[in-house]
């Protein structure tokens, strides 16, 4: 059944555009309603190889697009760390990538798309036309019509390849005085930190900067993955013993101060799509991942605190990243980068104890001027949220009034 005639059926009910439920939380939910599925329209609509300029369906995966445009020499201009999402659901949380310091969020490169508004019907958003559903549809959580088709620019590589230049740092201090020259100089990077070490090794970690290579080789790195983690185990595996392995072995796997490789770019943007259902190793009960925002000025300070909450908590996180977001404005007015420095922590899920220290986490960063990301939250109080966009009012008025999701009921009430 399409959009409008799901709409028709279902005045009294709700409607949520879904795209591959790659979100961490439930911006992607609607249980008292009906989730719009896309993934059946996955269809490249027309291709210019010559301009780079490619226009889809919105239920193509980012890995699909990248089969049809690497061999002709082109990549996206923003990729999130899994290619197994959809044009749709990048549009509609306007996601970042390792180079936002050069070319800020998806949003950005979107030229235009196709809407449809169950009020409304079908109407052609851009920069120029319809200009402010286009700005509210970038970041707008879904919440403004389904996207059917859109056209984004991609970006002309000379290799799929990236050189990866790697530098291991001793302290958090030492990731900030890097930062700001690693992000003058290469497109992509990334920190990843230790977030179980302590004391005058706080924020420890590795540099990741990348930039692609130029040997020619266009070869699509098959999306298939190469492990899998066949069943939910019925606890969690992420636990004390295997965060503290897990983190010494990765510091410690690079020996030398600095180290360049390189490397396959499906290693280098997607290392979780590698293993399937890599989420089941969390145990049943999930997890959680707590991403913030903070201004420049006192990023050091606020960051070197949110670490040291988690660890105070007995609550390390597994995967934990750290990256500066630059000043290049996104067109969505909803969107959630800003220019400071971006925290990502994942916890598994232990009950109260997990949703205390996260409600810990949102104070320090709303205190601090920040923000808290919605795709990937699944908890954050109403305050929190419009601490965070105090201009979600304006898209709450744009919103399509049939479409509503689990996340906008709990915060925009
Ligand atoms: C391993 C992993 C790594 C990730 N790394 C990053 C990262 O580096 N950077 C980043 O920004 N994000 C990252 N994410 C999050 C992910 O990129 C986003 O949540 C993405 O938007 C999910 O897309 P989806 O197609 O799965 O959409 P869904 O999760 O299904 O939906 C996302 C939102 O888009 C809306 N939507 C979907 N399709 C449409 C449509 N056709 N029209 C209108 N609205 C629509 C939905 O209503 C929902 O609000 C990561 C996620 C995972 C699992």
Redesign the pocket.
């Known amino acids: 059944m399409d959009w409008q005639s799901q709409a028709m059926d279902a005045p009294k009910s709700s409607l949520?555009?879904?795209?591959?439920?790659?979100?961490?939380g439930d911006?992607?939910h609607n249980d008292k309603g009906v989730l719009l599925d896309?993934r059946g329209s996955a269809r490249v609509l027309s291709f210019d190889s010559t301009k780079g300029e490619i226009y889809c369906e919105?239920?193509i995966?980012l890995s699909e697009i990248l089969r049809h445009v690497l061999p002709e020499g082109w990549f996206l201009p923003v990729t999130?760390?899994?290619q197994?999402?959809?044009?749709?659901?990048?549009?509609?949380?306007?996601?970042?990538?390792?180079n936002h310091h050069r070319a800020g969020t998806?949003g950005r490169h979107v030229q235009s798309f196709e809407?449809i508004r169950s009020n409304r019907g079908a109407r052609i958003c851009s920069p120029t036309k319809n200009a402010e559903l286009f700005n509210a549809?970038i970041g707008?959580?879904?919440?403004?019509?389904?996207?059917?088709r859109a056209t984004i620019q991609l970006m002309k590589i000379a290799s799929a390849d990236i050189n990866q230049y790697s530098v291991k740092f001793d302290r958090l201090q030492d990731y900030f005085s890097l930062a700001g020259e690693a992000d003058r100089t290469n497109e992509y990077s990334v920190a990843w930190i230790d977030s179980l070490a302590r004391g005058k090794n706080l924020g420890r970690g590795l540099l990741l900067n990348g930039n692609h290579a130029d040997n020619g080789n266009f070869q699509y790195n098959s999306a298939k993955a190469r492990l899998s983690v066949p069943f939910t185990p019925p606890f969690s595996l992420i636990n004390g013993l295997a965060l503290k392995t897990f983190n010494q072995l990765y510091y410690h796997k690079q020996q030398k101060r600095e180290a360049r490789s390189r490397v396959a770019y499906g290693g280098y943007f997607?290392p979780?799509?590698g293993i399937r259902h890599?989420n089941r190793l969390y145990g049943p009960k999930g997890l959680f991942q707590h991403q913030s925002v903070v201004p420049v000025d006192n990023a050091e300070s606020i960051v070197a605190r949110l670490i040291e909450t988690t660890q105070n908590a007995g609550h390390g996180s597994f995967l934990t990243v750290l990256k500066r977001f630059g000043d290049v404005p996104s067109p969505g007015f909803m969107s959630?980068p800003r220019e400071g420095f971006t925290l990502t922590l994942d916890f598994p899920n232990s009950g109260n104890k997990t949703l205390a220290l996260l409600d810990r986490l949102d104070e320090i960063t709303i205190q601090a001027g920040g923000a808290i990301?919605p795709?990937?939250d699944a908890r954050m109080s109403a305050d929190a949220f419009k601490a965070s966009f105090p201009q979600w009012k304006k898209l709450e008025e744009l919103r399509d009034p049939v479409i509503m999701?689990d996340?906008w009921r709990r915060v925009a009430s």
């Open positions: 949520l555009p879904f795209g591959n439920g790659r979100s961490y911006s992607c896309n919105s239920g995966l999130p760390g899994t197994f999402v959809t044009l749709g659901g990048a549009i509609a949380n306007d996601v970042h990538g390792k998806f809407l549809t707008g959580l879904g919440l403004t019509g389904n996207i059917t997607y979780l799509d890599w959630f990301n795709y990937k999701s996340f």
